[in-house]
């Protein structure tokens, strides 16, 4: 069964740091995987969907890499403004064989001006 | 191009009634999911269609949840009886297709409270 584990749960930090969130999946065989953001009572918003032929993806100050030995997937955020405060969620394929989505419990993070 | 719509947007009723919601997906889009959000979780997948036949509801509680998508477009998910632990987010996502490699959108989904 496919599992999502996201660190940290939760995240503090002052405006301008750069910060990795980490997200890990018990089943390595992933094809897809998206990382997501949820502002407080939203739906999630899109930020990168890494292919199964890919290995990063980049937007702006987003960049999110994906080793698929590990299963592991690390969101980048440089730069952070306060404005980036939002839950991040990531969600790849699984269990193999399937095209399920399997969401992490997120990080919550606050960029503090 | 016009997002995944959904409403309502807040819904509070007692246990044991019945709520109905509703999803316009993005047009030309032929994957329809619904997922529910606890607080605190990320969203689980509930159903899942492909136009209008339903590719996966393994995690459909069918006793008391039922949904359907008539001529491929719009979707309803029902709920009846409600039970305390049905309060959630319920999401409405699109996708072009189904398959790998098709980037899925939300929309901005119906907080359900159930007293």
Known sequence: ?113 | EAGVAQSPRYKIIEKRQSVAFWCNPISGHATLYWYQQILGQGPKLLIQFQNNGVVDDSQLPKDRFSAERLKGVDSTLKIQPAKLEDSAVYLCASSFFGGAGYEQYFGPGTRLTVT
């Not at chain 1, 890494?50 to 999110?64: F, M, V």
């Not at chain 1, 992490?104 to 993070?109: C, M, P």
């Open chain 1, 1 to 113: 069964k496919q599992e999502v584990t996201q660190i940290p749960a939760a995240l503090s930090v002052p405006e301008g740091e750069n910060l990795v969130l980490n997200c890990s999946f018990t089943d390595s065989a992933i094809y897809n995987l998206q990382w997501f953001r949820q502002d407080p009572g939203k739906g999630l918003t899109s930020l990168l969907l890494i292919q199964s032929s890919q290995r990063e993806q980049t937007s702006g100050r987003l960049n999110a890499s994906l080793d698929k030995s590990s299963g592991r997937s690390t969101l980048y955020i440089a730069a952070s403004q306060p404005g980036d405060s939002a839950t991040y969620l990531c969600a790849g394929t699984g269990p193999s064989g399937t095209y399920k989505y399997i969401f992490g419990t997120g990080t919550r993070l606050k960029v503090l001006a």
